[in-house]
């Protein structure tokens, strides 16, 4: 698979003449890691299959009686078990002969749910002979409804609610009635599914406008992203500008509409105020004050970096060179949102499967029938959410290294008029011989994000009885796990670059990029940051555009209950889009500082070695270096003005570090001080 040529000495195939020294060839790394991968995914095939053989998703999707029988199918007889084996054709929906005991009471499958209240049995049997819909159980014919017996068992219900099918389950609509007859241990749900039920009958509504607003988000990233590399500076500026005059809009935007929600809400007579205007209300309460907190925090970054304005632009500028030299690139984002889409299609098939898996058993507590997976199906969920996690890391591994491939070939070709695009042979070089090594990468991720998602398991479990210490010691313990992720993917995005440029195994990569950083981290913290940050505003923006002609446009549909669900979910899709397309930019930025500091290692501006670099490049480091020296050198002035002597004393190390953040002297100390 990539392994086929393991002997980093002896074969591989030439690069261009900068990532690799002369004469040296490229070869597979961490073959053993990607061994393993391939026999984890065995694992991960003899699941899926177990799963889609034994699990029965149709019974997950339409439930089951209490004899077995899956509804709306034709059902095979269980042995031992009376009225199995039934023919439910046209009967997609569970009814519960008493919903404040969902779990002891009797179960049958019904043609529609009631759509009224029904207190007696003489109206159940003209009920079922009106729709058809029979309410007591299969055996008990219509015209024998009133002598039947009603309760938790049956055979008629002893209460009929109207109600609604939510997940093919017949639930009572109206939650204040439910609670007139205290259902003590679905009252939660059934809260949870008045609204869950109208937030998704919002979505559906707003399904063709939700659409619209995914598809503009699309075409303002996309068409940001090809202005950053045309017009950086104009664009730079304008990403500032719109992304404060957007973040200001925005804000006043969810003020005035609270304000007029609030206004209309307050004027109607307390009889006719409805529950669903006031968590309305509510909701947009809560969404302005976020809004307005995001909004000074974010006037306030802006403000400090606003003199750093200039590294930006040039580095924008210089990033696009090298992404216009390649503009197939800006959709490789494309292709890889098009293999977690379907990477993802197939999980959530799996798990839907290994949730369907169990035979049919008799509970002894209650006598009904049940499908209880066996002890070890329940350990597949944890093994193939380790490989799901693994995989999509794997995924977005091979992403980043394949744009900083290309970007390391563009960038160690010497006669770039002659460059032709390297993306197929990125993809190649990352088949034939790194695959290894970004399983390795992404198993260190997935190291973490496993104990993550136990924790949240832990606390899902524990919910409303955990004490304050635990709870306090669990979201810390998140949050400590969350801050490890960050740091892990921010080295292991370096490491691959390293490998792309010299063709290392997974390890050797990491330290070389921690040690580059470590190095060279006031150039880091001012040219990176300040990158990050603009296409962090860049993000803002695309959000801001979604989010103004969302609520334009849905805010005065009368047909939507809590119009900001379909507009939130427009904005978690805007900023998704936009993150995966800026990531082009991101890998690109991080992949020219890295291949600057390899040219400086190893080559010294000579006519026998010349710096790969371009002019504007060199001119660029060498000036943000200088601000920093000068910044330094000011600094240095003050302390001595108020310290004297013992300031120089303390400010020797730092004049060490200044130093060092000069390109040249990370690799070579005394060419540095000549220059000096």
């Not at 009224?116 to 819909?133: H, W």
Request: hydrophobic letters at 45%.
């Amino acid at each position: 698979m990539a392994c086929g040529d393991c002997n980093i000495d002896s074969t591989g195939e030439d690069m261009t003449d900068g990532p690799l020294r002369q004469g040296e060839k490229r070869g597979c790394t961490d073959c053993i890691c990607c061994l393993l991968f391939i026999a984890f995914w065995v694992g991960m095939v003899l699941v899926a299959g177990y799963s889609l053989t034994y699990g029965n998703v149709l019974r997950l999707i339409y439930g089951y009686d209490s004899y077995g029988n899956v509804c709306n199918q034709l059902n095979e007889d269980i042995e031992n078990i009376t009225l199995s084996g039934m023919n439910m054709t046209g009967r997609p929906f569970v009814f519960f002969m008493d919903i404040t005991d969902p779990k002891a009471s009797l179960e049958i499958c019904v043609s529609r749910c009631p759509d009224k209240n029904i207190l007696n049995k003489a109206d159940m049997a003209s009920y079922a002979k009106e729709t058809g819909s029979r309410l007591c159980n299969y055996d008990v014919e219509v015209d024998d409804y009133v002598n039947q017996e009603q309760g938790l068992k049956g055979p008629c219900p002893d209460v009929v609610l109207d109600s609604i099918p939510i997940l093919s389950r017949c639930i009572p609509e109206n939650v204040t009635a439910l609670a007139k007859i205290q259902i003590n241990e679905i009252v939660e749900f059934l809260n949870a599914s008045e609204f869950i039920s109208k937030a998704l009958m919002d979505l559906y509504v707003a399904r063709w406008w939700i659409l619209g607003l995914c598809i503009i988000s699309m075409v303002v990233a996309f068409i940001i992203m090809v202005l950053l590399h045309v017009i950086a500076q104009v664009v730079v500026w304008l990403i500032y500008i719109l992304s404060t005059v957007g973040a200001i809009a925005g804000t006043i935007a969810l003020w005035v509409t609270y304000y007029y929600k609030k206004q209309a809400y307050e004027e109607k007579p307390p009889q006719q105020q409805l529950e669903m205007e006031a968590d309305n209300v509510q909701t947009f309460l809560i969404f302005s004050i976020c809004a307005t907190v995001f909004t000074v925090i974010l006037l306030l970054v802006i403000l400090i970096m606003r003199k750093r304005i200039a590294f930006a632009i040039e580095l924008f500028h210089q990033s696009g060179k090298a992404i216009s030299a390649m503009p197939l690139l800006l959709f490789q984002p494309f292709w890889t949102f098009i293999c977690l889409l379907i990477f993802f299609a197939y999980v959530a098939a799996v798990f839907v499967a290994i949730a369907a898996t169990g035979e049919a058993s008799l509970d002894e507590e209650t006598g009904f029938v049940t499908y209880d997976p066996p002890k070890l199906v329940r350990y597949f969920w944890w093994y193939h959410l380790v490989g799901f996690i693994w995989t999509m890391e794997f995924i977005l591994a091979c992403h980043q290294f394949v744009i900083a491939a290309c970007v390391v070939t563009w960038y160690f070709t010497r006669n770039k008029k002659t460059f032709d695009s390297p993306i197929l042979n990125s993809i190649w070089v990352l088949s034939r011989y790194h695959l290894g090594s970004m399983v390795f990468g992404a198993f260190i991720i997935t190291l973490v994000k496993v104990p993550r998602a136990i924790l949240l398991y832990i606390q899902a479990k524990l919910k409303g009885r955990e004490g304050e210490l635990v709870k306090f010691v669990l979201r810390c313990l998140s949050c400590c796990l969350w801050c490890l992720e960050k740091l892990l993917k921010f080295i292991n995005a370096h490491a691959y670059i390293v490998i792309a440029i010299e063709g290392r195994s997974f390890c050797p990569a990491a330290v070389r990029a921690l040690n580059c950083l470590i190095s060279n981290a006031l150039r880091v913290a001012a040219i990176n940051c300040v990158g990050d940050f603009i296409l962090f505003l860049g993000k803002l923006l695309v959000v801001c555009i979604t989010a103004l002609i969302g609520v334009a446009v849905l805010g005065y549909d009368d047909n939507l209950h809590y119009y900001a669900i379909p507009v939130f979910l427009a904005c978690i899709f805007a900023y998704t889009v936009a993150s995966s397309y800026f990531s082009v930019y991101e890998m690109a930025v991080d992949t020219l500082l890295l291949c600057f500091c390899e040219d400086i290692r190893t080559n010294d501006g000579s006519e026998q070695n010349p710096y790969f670099m371009e002019k504007g490049l060199m001119e660029f480091v060498n000036h943000s270096t200088k601000k920093l020296n000068g910044m330094s050198r000011r600094r240095r002035r003050l302390a001595e003005e108020h310290d004297g002597d013992e300031a120089d004393a303390a400010l020797r190390p730092a004049e060490a570090d200044e130093t060092r953040s000069a390109p040249p002297a990370e690799f070579k100390e005394e060419k540095a001080g000549d220059e000096e």
